[in-house]
């Protein structure tokens, strides 16, 4: 006898999941019929089972009026205490703000000789430390040996 729909079971040996992979089809696109023809019936009767229309108010909602209604008489009232506030004490402080002091920019250092700038290693002449490394004008590696700049 079939099973939903299914073939009756062979006699050769098959897969574990043969069976299993058209029987989850077949729910899933039941479940997924079924949620379409609930969301198409929410849409269209606004979900509230009243057919549609306006929106329900139950209970009504009230109105406010203006007239607190009758006050009663007889019911003498409290006279209020008498309430003073002193003055807050001005203080004699004063915020002044001063304008941001602009530093002077560093000076650069001044080149020994005309027209040879200090921040650039020159090719033979002294340094001071032995295996410092330093940059000449074209951006050329130069290393301290024997107390001068050599060509890395």
Known sequence: MPRFGLPAPRNQPRAENDDWFPLVVKVAGVLVVAGLVVGFLLVTRGGDGAGGGGAVTNPPVPTITDSPGAEPTDTPRPALPAVTVAQPAV?????????????????RPKPTQPGIDPRFARFGLPCSVDGTFAVNERFEPLVCRNGRWDRF
């Open 91 to 107: 203080g004699t402080q004063t915020a002044v703000i001063t304008p941001k002091t602009t530093s002077k920019p560093k000076p």
